[in-house]
């Protein structure tokens, strides 16, 4: 092997002895709380690993929950802050309250009206009701009304 180096096609950078190695990442509760955050926010993993310091395939072994539940946590603090404002009394209340019923509740200004449910009939009533329908949409119908 060529002195202090790497062998060519050993995936070592040249400088670095045999044994030598990397020095190996060591996660931090900061760095740990960096990545959720990043993660939360959207910032593709490749980046998030620049900014560490480490590969990504290093950040996917140490980072792992990290990586998964950023979203969730960030989503989660949103809509807290979401339901405060539109539970409350500020000026963004009622617009908050109408997003909120619109995404969440399903509302839309664009649905149909609701169509009153009958009330349920009583027996004599369903009795005349039948009576009355009898024979409609048959060739005997004119012999029953």
Same mark, same amino acid.
């Given at each position: 092997?060529?002195? +202090?180096?790497?062998?060519?096609?050993?995936? /070592?950078?040249?400088?670095?002895? $045999?044994? *030598?190695? =990397?020095?190996?990442?060591?996660?931090?509760?900061?760095? /740990?709380?960096?990545? $959720? &955050?990043?993660?939360?926010?959207? %910032?593709?993993? $490749? *980046? %998030?690993?620049?900014?560490?310091?480490?590969?990504?395939?290093?950040? /996917? &072994? =140490?980072?792992? *929950?990290?990586?998964?539940?950023?979203?969730v946590k960030a989503n989660t603090r !949103?809509?807290?802050?979401?339901?405060?404002? &539109?539970?409350?009394?500020?000026?963004?209340?009622?617009?908050?309250? %109408?997003?909120?019923?619109? !995404?969440?509740?399903?509302?839309?200004? =664009?649905?149909?009206?609701? !169509?009153?449910?009958?009330? &349920?009939?009583?027996?004599? *009533?369903?009795?005349?009701?039948?009576?009355?329908?009898?024979?409609? +949409?048959?060739?005997?119908?004119?012999?029953?009304?």
């Amino acid at each position: 092997m060529p002195r +202090g180096g790497a062998r060519p096609g050993s995936g /070592r950078k040249p400088g670095i002895k $045999e044994g *030598d190695g =990397y020095k190996r990442h060591e996660p931090t509760e900061g760095g /740990r709380k960096s990545v $959720e &955050a990043m993660a939360g926010f959207g %910032i593709p993993e $490749e *980046d %998030i690993a620049r900014v560490i310091g480490i590969g990504a395939k290093t950040l /996917r &072994a =140490y980072y792992g *929950d990290e990586l998964a539940l950023g979203h969730v946590k960030a989503n989660t603090r !949103v809509a807290q802050n979401l339901f405060t404002i &539109a539970t409350g009394t500020g000026s963004g209340a009622v617009t908050a309250a %109408i997003f909120w019923l619109k !995404v969440r509740a399903g509302w839309s200004e =664009y649905a149909p009206a609701p !169509v009153p449910r009958p009330e &349920a009939l009583g027996k004599k *009533d369903q009795a005349q009701v039948a009576s009355e329908e009898a024979g409609r +949409g048959n060739e005997w119908g004119h012999l029953v009304h």
